[in-house]
């Protein structure tokens, strides 16, 4: 009964009509966190791509041409093998630690009710997904340099977005609301963030893990989605030939999302109180 209150259709439908309805102060939110980034800097915004274009360089130098020597990885170039999953780190880093801090960031947002609180980790997640736009455009190049071109499988790309949009979604509406009432979640989350970087199968396959550990890297929910997009780029296998590893991830994905929702709903009264 206590779910029910705090979670059913109903709610997410209007969740879902509340989004299109304030679609357009949602994009100039958008627009305005896009700008804040980096405000005051000579190159702007350029910052937020050029660091992680950097910081890939550096590392697909030292695993590709100091450790591997060049060699490729499952008979396709390292560069792309690498890559596609670097990139959907990414964006699922990005909108975990800018979803966290979006409603104390926020705050005179929560003063008002014409405007739902819970959408406001929309606009970050949205700010990252719009820069991860960037980096799919680089990422399509970089393969068409390659001589692979993209066919219909590249179209499974959407499904993996809407996929790490739903999972962003449910974990930072965790996080934003217990932020609020322990900051010191912020670290933590940052913690996450670097220890998982390493723990996701990103210039490394799980294959390489002994059996009796690979269950600990299988249940990184990111490890689904950058197999996703190695699959919809490199591999050509559909989500769906992979059942249990889409079970699971929806399974975990749709638990986290209605965590949150009931999470977010319990705190909401509070967050005036405490910003």
């Known amino acids: 009964m206590k779910i029910k209150k705090y979670i059913n259709l109903k709610d997410f439908y209007s969740f879902l009509s509340g989004l299109y309805t304030k679609r357009r102060i949602i994009t100039q939110l958008v627009k305005n966190d896009l700008r804040k980034q980096n405000l005051g800097s000579f190159l702007g915004i350029a910052w937020t791509f050029i660091h992680p274009l950097v910081f890939t360089f550096v590392i697909w130098l030292v695993f590709s041409v100091g450790m591997r020597g060049g060699r490729p990885m499952d008979g396709f170039p390292f560069v792309l093998w690498f890559v596609t999953g670097m990139f959907v780190w990414f964006f699922f880093s990005a909108g975990l630690s800018s979803g966290a801090s979006s409603i104390l960031g926020s705050g005179y947002l929560v003063q008002k009710m014409v405007f739902r609180v819970s959408m406001l980790p ?19 190049i970089l393969f068409l340099i390659h001589g692979h071109m993209p066919d219909v499988y590249f179209l499974q790309i959407f499904y993996y977005l809407f996929c790490t949009l739903v999972l962003c979604l449910g974990i930072s509406w965790i996080t934003s609301s217990v932020v609020l009432f322990f900051r010191d979640l912020e670290q933590i989350i940052q913690i996450i963030v670097r220890v998982g970087f390493w723990l996701t199968p990103i210039f490394w396959k799980v294959e390489s893990i002994p059996k009796k550990w690979r269950f600990i890297f299988l ?57």
């Open 122 to 140: 929309v606009v970050k997640i949205l700010s990252a997904f719009i820069i991860h736009c960037f980096f799919l455009l680089f990422l399509l």
């Open 219 to 275: 249940a990184n929910p990111v490890h689904y989605l950058v197999t996703g997009y190695r699959d919809s780029l490199l591999y050509k296998n559909w989500f769906w030939e992979r059942p249990y590893l889409t079970l699971y991830f929806w399974g975990l994905t749709l638990v986290i999302f209605a965590l949150g929702s009931i999470l977010f709903r319990r705190l909401k009264p509070h967050f005036a109180d405490v910003i």
